[in-house]
């Protein structure tokens, strides 16, 4: 190295050969954010580079390993009041970029880590970019989950460079690349071990400075991307139908209650049908008006929300700390067993020691696992060697044998109580004295399973949400003699299994299934009045849920889904008394999907077509005629809802307001644009959702009763969140 400047967020050292090496290292932060008040040195950094004859070419490496950019800082962000401060944020952003596009001599990015958002749109400026194998190398613009759009230049570049269809999938739905995937996409030039990281970029510098023209590859016309260019993006009719196609899908997804992913459509089409200039110009002023509407503000809350869980311990007392886990034990290889062994082997890379009572349900859980790993292999997500190492880490057993070094184990057998009780003897029996003792119940008090137990203190819930593969949440249940340090392990656990974790007090339903009871049961009691499947069910996935109350209930099992009302029943009286609905469809013997007959029909339909089961009106001797207006099937099921969660915050059943409103989203589906009930009842005023809970109980009778919190609020004048 011959010169060398440090700087706040960049340090610069310009190597013999005339490359210059631009290190980013956000100091004190474990993670690269981009930050409006680094413009200026980042200028300023161009500024020097440009002056400087000597500089043949520039790589952007990171200072932290295994993070490049994870994104602009949200704050900055939310701190924008109107749409024109917004917007100009966003400007400012594309002229850096565009000076970086501009720049007089090669520019490569060296990625290894996360590289989103701000970050990628840093990438996409240069003109070249290489990324390590790392398995934390990640690449994507998932702004649209903040209910903004990219507004650097993302919504221009990316399209140019991987094509508008690809381009628009990654922006619409926010998902992430890993570095094969990108390399495929064209998206990175080359992927290299994270030891020769900076060597690779500065070999990619020197070939760019030989051929300028490779650093924007089209392809070749005659190949698949070549003849979709022409086709599509380059055939002013290709592109209308594209987009038509694009918008069709993206309202059939949102119903409309996210603004966000019709912006990018439209800003991706302005710079494909009106040029670069014009694109970036809609980008902007996208990205502003975004930026300040009901659906960003609160999905930006939600995210504060989950971010500031991921440093939460589930304990109060800060010097309380996670024990270690090493190798955990499941009981029960059935679709929860089975799911709960592959987010451990998968996501926390634990050793699991699975077991169940019969080979042939061993058998069926280990096949579980390796068709969820499989399916991986297949989307190139892992490699073989990848998969066969992940299936290593779980192995089978009919016995406790393995069982004596298990940190922890997962029960997830039958919602029996006298068969949890035996699975505490048998791992007390057969585990270290410290082993933690966590049930999967759904819907059995843990105090009761932790009778038992001769070590209550290592006795907890750990409520997942089916498929757990797919499900975020997972519900932490403490009793008042669980330990401290056994609620900060499983938190942790949970985490390092990709799960978005609350901790929540013991009692009946816990929490998430305690505020979808009152829910479910208001659909069942308009059901019973004769409004139909369909309707109630259509009006509440237009309100944003993503599936309806009668969809979700085939979908669980309403064998399933009748085991929690008469345990809310006993627990809380009249207010939780069931409908009916389900005992009459299970009397004559309709389980759902898996029965192929619910409330739907399974049998002599087309794929993707729904169609209710119309002798469901029989069997309930309704006629599913009734009209009523979807305000009112939203108001009433809906409000039972944030009345229930009320009432869980009010008992100190949850610890807030922020774990309520991510429990109902992640665990139920809460439409997170709306926040979370907690947020939602703040934007209705606690005045108006008062009023309108005792207007339906003037009408409907007492289970909308308000709870005697919203009472006290209204006097107060308080609202559930403070900011």
């Known amino acids: 190295m011959t010169t060398e400047l440090k700087l706040t967020v960049f340090q610069l050292a310009t190597r013999e050969d005339g490359i210059a090496v631009v290190t980013i290292d956000l100091l004190g932060e474990s993670q690269n954010t981009l930050k409006a008040e680094f413009i200026h040195e980042a200028n300023a950094l161009l500024d020097r580079l440009e002056q400087d004859a000597n500089v043949q070419g520039v790589v952007f490496i990171s200072g932290k390993p295994g993070s490049f950019i994870a994104g602009a800082d949200i704050h900055m962000l939310k701190a924008c009041r109107t749409a024109a401060e917004a917007t100009e944020l966003s400007k400012t952003g594309q002229r850096f970029f565009d000076r970086l596009e501009n720049f007089k001599v090669p520019v490569v990015a060296a990625i290894d880590g996360a590289c989103l958002g701000g970050g990628l749109e840093l990438a996409l400026a240069c003109h070249g970019r290489i990324c390590t194998d790392n398995p934390k190398t990640a690449l994507g613009l998932p702004e649209v989950m903040l209910g903004v759009l990219p507004g650097s230049g993302g919504t221009q570049r990316l399209p140019r460079l991987i094509g508008i269809p690809t381009a628009l999938d990654l922006m619409l739905t926010g998902k992430h690349l890993n570095a094969r995937k990108a390399q495929r996409l064209g998206l990175v030039d080359d992927v290299a071990p994270a030891t ?6 500065l070999d990619l510098v020197k070939k760019l400075q030989h ?55 439209d800003c991706v089409e302005a710079g494909a049908g009106q040029g670069f200039k014009q694109g970036l110009e809609a980008e902007a002023v996208g990205f502003g008006e975004l930026a300040v509407t009901p659906q960003a503000r609160q999905l930006m809350n939600l995210y504060f929300a989950t971010t500031a869980m991921k440093k939460d311990t589930g304990v109060a007392d800060a010097s309380v700390q996670p024990r270690p886990v090493r190798k955990i034990g499941v009981l029960g290889a059935g679709l929860m067993g089975a799911g709960i062994a592959y987010v451990t082997t998968n996501k926390a890379r634990v050793p699991v020691r699975l077991k169940d009572k019969e080979p042939a349900g061993l058998n069926r859980g280990l096949a579980t696992i390796d068709r969820l790993v499989q399916k991986r292999v297949q989307r190139r997500s892992i490699t073989p060697f990848e998969a066969g190492q992940e299936r290593h880490r779980v192995t089978p057993t009919l016995d406790f044998s393995g ?3 298990v940190d922890l184990v997962i029960e997830a057998v039958f919602e029996d109580l006298k068969l949890k009780h035996q699975m505490i003897a048998d791992v007390e029996a057969n585990c270290p004295p410290t082993t933690i003792f966590a049930t999967n119940t759904s819907s059995i008090p843990i105090v009761q399973i932790a009778e038992a137990a001769r070590r209550p203190e290592n006795v907890i819930g750990m409520h997942y949400f089916s498929p757990v593969e797919k499900m975020p949440l997972l519900e932490i249940i403490a009793t008042p003699k669980t ?55 259509q009006a509440l996935v237009q309100f944003g849920f993503p599936v309806g109350p009668f969809t979700l209930l085939d979908e669980v099992g309403i064998d399933v889904g009748s085991k929690v009302g008469p345990i809310l029943y006993d627990a809380f009286g009249e207010r939780m008394k069931p409908a009916g609905v389900v005992d009459q469809l299970l009397a004559d013997g309709r389980l759902g999907r898996k029965g192929k007959k619910g409330f739907y029909l399974y049998e002599g339909v087309k794929k993707g077509e729904k169609r209710v089961d119309k002798t469901v009106y029989g069997v309930l001797g309704v006629s599913g005629d009734k009209t009523l207006d979807p305000k009112e099937i939203v108001e009433r099921c809906v409000l039972m809802m944030l009345n229930e969660a009320a009432r869980c915050w009010d008992e100190g059943l949850i610890r807030g307001p922020r774990d309520g409103d991510i429990g109902a989203v992640f665990g139920i589906g809460f439409p997170p644009f709306l926040g979370g009930p907690f947020r939602y009842a703040d934007s209705l005023g606690i005045a108006e959702l008062l009023a309108k809970l005792e207007q339906y109980r003037q009408r409907l009778g007492e289970r909308f009763a308000p709870a005697e919190i919203l009472l006290r609020m209204t006097k107060e004048k308080r609202t559930f969140h403070t900011d």
């Open 196 to 201: 020769i990281l900076l060597q690779a970029a």
């Open 211 to 265: 051929n300028r023209a490779a650093t924007r590859k089209t392809g070749s016309l005659f190949s698949v991307k070549g003849l979709t260019r022409l086709a599509l993006e380059d055939n002013p009719l290709g592109r209308r139908v594209l987009f038509q196609k694009a918008r069709e899908q993206v309202l059939g997804k949102t119903r409309g209650n996210y603004p966000a992913p019709l912006r990018i459509i």
């Open 403 to 405: 069982f004596h070094n």
């Open 483 to 537: 330990a401290p340090e056994v609620i900060a392990t499983t938190v942790e656990l949970g985490r390092k299994q990709g799960k978005t974790v609350i901790v929540v007090q013991d009692g009946a339903g816990f929490y998430v299934n305690r505020i979808l009871a009152p829910y479910m049961n208001e659909a069942g009691y308009l059901l019973a009045e004769g409004v139909a499947v369909d309707t109630i069910d």
